[in-house]
């Protein structure tokens, strides 16, 4: 296991497939049997047990756990039903929504610079002309818009119409950035602008960019720059803003907002207040966080509660 700055943590071989295959072996070596290829179409509740219902089968069981995670990236298996058959046995579904998306933004610029990413940028979110949330995070440019941990995790407050303004320097006060450019320009006289911000600490295909985006010329020399094209400069380096136009759907979403609402689950086992013997873990739950693990840890966690529960009450089954 290798743990890297941030506190994120993998496999020493960096392959999910061996964390997979750790799971399995110990399923197998306490007796679990997996049936694979059969989606669970339907669960009902007959006398005291539950009838599982897949297109080819059907088991009883005393106790049933739904774990088929969230409505987000369907092709990796998860496509909602879990929300569908909670609901049947009489849960609330909350209104689920992806979380963790790109943001795609209006005039977007940058889709030919796709993969330049920055790392831990000051990212501050405008609703109605407010600042209504000020986070440091990595953006990366993607074909489409804007990605990277730190958009992903702002994500889950954007709504369209709203301005995300970024700065391209890290942790350095923003008047402090701007002073340093201007004087840097002032003082450079017969110099190209383009030299001068070739100067500062961003990817050359960028600068170049936001110069072509201020309308400056490859050739043009500080002392030629207007004033107007100067001081755009400098906003788009302290605070380019972007317009949201829409946030990216569920194939693209890592997790999804909503779920089983929690107030009908008890929080100690994970089982149903309604339906006895039902259990709920995982992202079909409504519970969605940051990326770096939360949403990985919330399952595994749920996870660990349920099967203690479940082992605590039927002895035969740990
Ligand atoms: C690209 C991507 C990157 C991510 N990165 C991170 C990250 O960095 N950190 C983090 O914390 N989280 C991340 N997540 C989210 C994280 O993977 C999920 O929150 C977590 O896997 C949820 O676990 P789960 O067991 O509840 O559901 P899942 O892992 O989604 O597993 C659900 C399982 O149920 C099966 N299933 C669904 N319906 C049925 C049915 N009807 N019958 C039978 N089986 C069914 C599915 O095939 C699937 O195998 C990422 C997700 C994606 C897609």
């Given at each position: 296991m290798t743990v890297e700055p941030g506190g994120k943590i993998f496999p020493a071989t960096k392959r999910s497939s061996d964390v997979l295959s750790i799971l399995m072996s110990e399923c197998s070596r306490r007796g679990v049997e997996a049936?694979?290829?059969q989606s669970v179409h339907r669960v009902a509740r007959a006398d005291s047990r539950f009838i599982v219902e897949t297109g080819t089968s059907s088991y009883r069981a005393d106790v049933v756990v739904i774990a088929t995670g969230g409505a987000?990236?369907?092709a990796t298996g998860s496509t909602?039903?879990?929300y569908h058959l909670a609901r049947e046995l009489g849960h609330t579904i909350t209104e689920t929504a992806p979380a963790l998306t790109p943001v795609m933004v209006q005039d977007y610029a940058f889709a030919d610079l796709a993969g330049i990413s920055f790392e831990n940028l000051p990212l501050s979110l405008f609703r109605a002309g407010k600042k209504v949330r000020q986070v440091s995070g990595d953006l990366l440019f993607t074909h489409t818009g804007?990605?990277?941990p730190g958009v992903l995790d702002l994500s889950r407050f954007i709504l369209p119409g709203d301005i995300l303004k970024v700065s391209f320097f890290p942790g350095i006060d923003q008047e402090a950035v701007r002073k340093q450019v201007t004087d840097a320009i002032a003082g450079s006289g017969t110099r190209q602008v383009k030299t001068v911000l070739a100067g500062l600490p961003l990817p050359e295909?960028?600068?170049k960019r936001l110069l072509e985006l201020a309308g400056v010329t490859?050739?043009?020399t500080c002392s030629h720059l207007p004033k107007q094209a100067r001081q755009e400069i400098i906003a788009s380096l302290t605070g380019l803003p972007f317009t949201v136009l829409r946030l990216g759907g569920f194939d693209e979403a890592m997790v999804t907002r909503g779920g089983v609402a929690l107030g009908e689950i008890n929080p100690k086992?994970?089982?149903?207040?309604i339906v006895p013997g039902l259990y709920c873990i995982g992202e079909v739950l409504d519970i969605d966080g940051d990326t770096g693990g939360y949403n990985l840890q919330a399952a595994f966690s749920t996870g660990m509660l349920a099967a203690k529960s479940i082992?605590?009450?039927y002895p035969s089954r740990s």
């Amino acid at each position: 296991m290798t743990v890297e700055p941030g506190g994120k943590i993998f496999p020493a071989t960096k392959r999910s497939s061996d964390v997979l295959s750790i799971l399995m072996s110990e399923c197998s070596r306490r007796g679990v049997e997996a049936i694979c290829n059969q989606s669970v179409h339907r669960v009902a509740r007959a006398d005291s047990r539950f009838i599982v219902e897949t297109g080819t089968s059907s088991y009883r069981a005393d106790v049933v756990v739904i774990a088929t995670g969230g409505a987000s990236y369907p092709a990796t298996g998860s496509t909602g039903d879990g929300y569908h058959l909670a609901r049947e046995l009489g849960h609330t579904i909350t209104e689920t929504a992806p979380a963790l998306t790109p943001v795609m933004v209006q005039d977007y610029a940058f889709a030919d610079l796709a993969g330049i990413s920055f790392e831990n940028l000051p990212l501050s979110l405008f609703r109605a002309g407010k600042k209504v949330r000020q986070v440091s995070g990595d953006l990366l440019f993607t074909h489409t818009g804007l990605s990277g941990p730190g958009v992903l995790d702002l994500s889950r407050f954007i709504l369209p119409g709203d301005i995300l303004k970024v700065s391209f320097f890290p942790g350095i006060d923003q008047e402090a950035v701007r002073k340093q450019v201007t004087d840097a320009i002032a003082g450079s006289g017969t110099r190209q602008v383009k030299t001068v911000l070739a100067g500062l600490p961003l990817p050359e295909r960028f600068a170049k960019r936001l110069l072509e985006l201020a309308g400056v010329t490859p050739d043009l020399t500080c002392s030629h720059l207007p004033k107007q094209a100067r001081q755009e400069i400098i906003a788009s380096l302290t605070g380019l803003p972007f317009t949201v136009l829409r946030l990216g759907g569920f194939d693209e979403a890592m997790v999804t907002r909503g779920g089983v609402a929690l107030g009908e689950i008890n929080p100690k086992t994970m089982e149903s207040m309604i339906v006895p013997g039902l259990y709920c873990i995982g992202e079909v739950l409504d519970i969605d966080g940051d990326t770096g693990g939360y949403n990985l840890q919330a399952a595994f966690s749920t996870g660990m509660l349920a099967a203690k529960s479940i082992t605590g009450k039927y002895p035969s089954r740990s």
